[in-house]
């Protein structure tokens, strides 16, 4: 019992860890594939779907070596699931470039108690006082460290609302989806993957001309700009597995929150390998974030002992009754019996 609790610890912090380093490495490389010092590549969407290309040949190849299985999921879901989340890609590039950057990063951290309504609306799901308390903790130091000027218009916003409620919905599906077929994070990436790089690679041409006003048959690919979008690719296949395999294991609250975690990691990076700027406002914005997430780990903690307290102690309870019924109908359906005469009394 110990050992596999230990394994399952060392599986959920291999989990965590993948996604944190492959979505820092995917935000470097991508910084230094579109920023003008770079390679300016601008074409996020495309770009986008050349990630889910290349996660459903992996995706293939391994259903085809065995060594994945697939299991039936209807195909209307996968597709719904897909149209989901391609409205939260394109919503996000929309946001960011309508909008200020102060404004995208409080839509960014809108999300999580965005997610938390969903999940109360679909799954009546209820938090703890702790959980809430080190979710707003979080988004308090985030903001403080990421948000600067704020500036709304009426298509930013209306951009910004669709992205936050289409990248909620999304991830909350990851999980309800796994749950509900019994089918693995990879299993269900491999399934998702090819429609959204299909539906991805057509319409992010034109969605990345209007935002960049750049057709991308016109882009001069060098040797360098190749180079990092197979590294961009690469690290996608293991963010996006990572993104399934956390929201399946716990949920899409924890996964925001562990979102925001890498939001600190990139500020640090940043300013140790691009020189970017980092104020004391965004030193103490981050270490109230870190308080925030450790205090959540803790609640979340918490929430699970409570919950195993509960079904033990029912299950207790339900044993008793059991035992009370089972013993009552056997007194009742049993004959008594004259102990002097040894016969039956009637």
Excluded at 1 to 18: I, P, Q, R
Excluded at 186 to 201: C, M, N, V, Y
Aim: net charge neutral.
């Amino acid at each position: 019992m110990e050992a596999d609790k230990k394994a399952s610890m060392v599986s959920d912090v291999g989990a965590w860890a993948m996604n944190v380093v492959s979505s820092v490495g995917i935000i470097l490389a991508n910084k230094q594939l579109m920023s003008n010092n770079g390679y300016s590549f601008t074409f996020a969407t495309t770009l986008t779907g050349f990630h889910f290309a290349v996660t459903a040949l992996v995706g293939m190849i391994s259903n085809a070596t065995g060594l994945s299985s697939s299991k039936h999921v209807p195909l209307w879901e996968l597709i719904w699931f897909s149209i989901v989340a391609n409205m939260s890609i394109t919503g996000m590039n929309l946001s960011l470039m309508l909008n200020s950057v102060g404004f995208y990063q409080i839509s960014k951290l809108s999300m999580i108690p965005v997610v938390c309504v969903m999940e109360w609306i679909l799954h009546n799901k209820q938090y703890c006082r702790e959980v809430k308390m080190a979710v707003v903790v979080v988004v308090i130091g985030v903001g403080v460290c990421t948000v600067t000027d704020v500036k709304i218009n009426a298509k930013g916003f209306l951009c910004a609302c669709v992205a936050v409620v289409s990248t909620s919905l999304q991830q909350i599906s990851i999980g309800s989806l796994q749950k509900k077929y019994s089918i693995g994070s990879f299993e269900l990436l491999s399934k998702t993957a090819p429609i959204q790089a299909a539906s991805l690679l057509v319409l992010g041409p034109f969605v990345d001309y209007f935002l960049s006003d750049k057709l991308i048959l016109e882009y001069k690919y060098s040797s360098g700009a190749i180079l990092f979008i197979l590294l961009s690719c690469s690290l996608a296949v293991f963010c996006n597995v990572s993104q399934y395999l956390c929201i399946g294991r716990f949920s899409a609250v924890s996964f925001q929150v562990l979102g925001h975690m890498k939001t600190v990691c990139v500020l640090t990076l940043g300013w140790l390998l691009f020189d970017s700027e980092l104020t004391v406002k965004n030193i103490m914005g981050m270490l109230t974030a870190v308080v925030g997430m450790v205090i959540y780990s803790w609640a979340v903690e918490i929430e699970k002992q409570q919950a195993n307290a509960k079904i033990v102690a029912g299950s207790k309870n339900s044993l008793t009754e059991e035992e009370l019924r089972l013993l009552k109908e056997g007194v009742e359906n049993t004959p008594i019996k004259d102990v002097d005469l040894g016969e039956s009394k009637v």
